[in-house]
């Protein structure tokens, strides 16, 4: 069974980078789908950030991408996110889950693993 969890820190101050990191279990993130940053702020729907292939191919939301960095680490079984130049408006819950295709307007059936979900609050 595969297994994401989100790791990271839950508060960032305005301006500052957020980083999280998303540890998958299970199965390897190089063999094959996608792996992928989504995120849902109080009130509105899903929002996909981002994705690294299992080809290392990385797929980024033309919104948000003069700020987004999405990276891994095989040998961990790892992958990364890092927002930049954050504003209040970043608070959000961030997920990372796996699809079998890119999906720029995410459902929650468009993925079939999710991570928890780990709230990161934007304040000073």
């Known amino acids: 069974q595969v297994q994401l969890q989100e790791s990271g820190p839950g508060l960032v101050k305005p301006s500052q980078t957020l980083s999280l990191t998303c540890t998958v279990s299970?199965?390897?993130?190089?063999?094959?789908?996608?792996w992928n940053w989504i995120r849902q702020a109080p009130g509105k729907g899903l929002q996909w950030m981002g994705a690294?292939?299992?080809?290392?191919?990385?797929y980024y939301s033309p919104s948000l991408r003069s700020r987004t960095s999405i990276s891994w680490d095989t040998s961990k079984n790892q992958f990364t996110l890092q927002l930049s130049a954050v504003t209040p408006e970043d608070t959000a819950v961030y997920y990372c889950?796996?699809?079998?295709?890119?999906?720029?307007?995410?459902?929650?059936?468009?993925?079939?693993?999710w991570g928890q979900g780990t709230q990161v609050t934007v304040s000073s």
């Open positions: 889950a796996r699809s079998d295709t890119i999906v720029m307007v995410p459902r929650r059936e468009s993925y079939d693993f």
């Open positions: 690294i292939a299992y080809s290392g191919h990385i």
């Open positions: 299970g199965g390897s993130i190089t063999t094959s789908y996608y």
